[in-house]
């Protein structure tokens, strides 16, 4: 149970605030904390025993995490970093919205060997966000965003697609497989299964085929959460085909 409770914690990307009555509490590490996340994740240990790890040795930092963390370690942990201050700074310049947990993140950028103990959650999940957000910047570079139609109008589709790449996307409590499909005019065609379920075992073997027909009455546009790109997604009744 505790297991479940804490994979729950960590996947809500949500961040608890101290209040007055309860004083935040730091956690001191003699390497970034994320490197020793990065090597605790290689060496196969579930997110559970991360943060649990994390916990201990962040109230004892006199204690050596050498014999773990190995240089490569380090430098993963250190692109990590950066990645989340660089993309953080570029929503600001422009305007951007900076949610609680962007700040969160931007504070265990910059303190990376004293951190808050309730932003422990937030470090386990920085790889697995990072993986995933570079996976969908590679998918959506040199393609075009989707215009969002006019009023109401929902498009009909008939035509061939081609398959780009599948992306396992995990926010909050949602596990989800996304496929993109290239369009003719260089859109992403998007669609989204459940992970385990059986739609992603169909859509498995429909995207080794490379290209598909597929023939909708209607499809609608959807933004890429975190980025200003949209897709199309078909309906789910769409009639598909193996070109």
């Given at each position: 149970?505790?297991?479940?409770?804490?994979?729950?914690?960590?996947?809500?990307?949500?961040?608890?605030?101290?209040?007055?009555?309860?004083?935040?509490?730091?956690?001191?590490?003699?390497?970034?904390?994320?490197?020793?996340?990065?090597?605790?994740?290689?060496?196969?240990?579930?997110?559970s025993?991360?943060?649990?790890?994390?916990?201990?040795?962040?109230?004892?930092?006199?204690?050596?995490?050498?014999?773990?963390v190995?240089?490569?370690?380090?430098?993963?942990?250190?692109?990590?970093?950066?990645?989340?201050?660089?993309?953080?700074?570029?929503?600001?310049?422009?305007?951007?919205?900076?949610?609680?947990?962007m700040?969160?993140?931007?504070?265990?950028?910059?303190?990376?060997k004293?951190?808050?103990?309730?932003?422990?959650k937030?470090?386990?999940?920085?790889?697995?966000?990072?993986?995933?957000?570079?996976?969908?910047?590679?998918?959506?570079?040199?393609?075009?965003?989707?215009?969002?139609?006019?009023?109401?109008?929902?498009?009909?589709?008939?035509?061939?697609?081609?398959?780009?790449?599948?992306?396992?996307?995990?926010?909050?409590?949602?596990?989800?497989?996304?496929?993109?499909?290239s369009?003719?005019?260089?859109?992403?065609?998007?669609?989204?299964?459940?992970?385990?379920?059986?739609?992603?075992?169909?859509?498995?073997?429909?995207?080794?085929?490379?290209k598909?027909?597929?023939?909708?009455k209607?499809?609608?546009?959807?933004?890429?959460?975190?980025?200003?790109?949209?897709?199309?997604?078909?309906?789910?009744?769409?009639?598909?085909?193996?070109?």
């Amino acid at each position: 149970m505790l297991n479940n409770t804490i994979e729950a914690w960590i996947d809500d990307l949500e961040v608890t605030k101290s209040t007055p009555d309860k004083p935040k509490e730091y956690l001191e590490f003699n390497t970034p904390p994320l490197a020793l996340v990065i090597a605790m994740q290689d060496a196969g240990k579930d997110g559970s025993d991360i943060y649990q790890t994390l916990m201990s040795v962040g109230k004892r930092p006199h204690i050596k995490a050498d014999g773990v963390v190995s240089f490569e370690h380090q430098k993963r942990a250190g692109e990590i970093y950066e990645y989340f201050s660089k993309k953080h700074t570029v929503r600001r310049i422009k305007n951007e919205y900076v949610s609680e947990y962007m700040l969160a993140v931007d504070d265990l950028c910059e303190n990376r060997k004293k951190i808050d103990a309730e932003n422990v959650k937030i470090l386990v999940s920085l790889p697995r966000i990072y993986y995933q957000n570079r996976t969908l910047e590679r998918v959506m570079k040199g393609r075009k965003s989707a215009p969002k139609p006019n009023n109401l109008h929902y498009p009909k589709w008939v035509g061939e697609v081609e398959f780009v790449e599948k992306v396992q996307i995990k926010t909050g409590h949602t596990n989800e497989m996304h496929y993109f499909f290239s369009t003719p005019k260089n859109y992403l065609m998007r669609i989204v299964v459940k992970k385990g379920e059986y739609g992603e075992t169909a859509w498995n073997t429909l995207s080794k085929a490379g290209k598909l027909s597929i023939d909708t009455k209607a499809t609608y546009t959807y933004n890429v959460r975190g980025y200003n790109f949209n897709v199309i997604q078909p309906m789910p009744t769409a009639e598909i085909k193996i070109v």
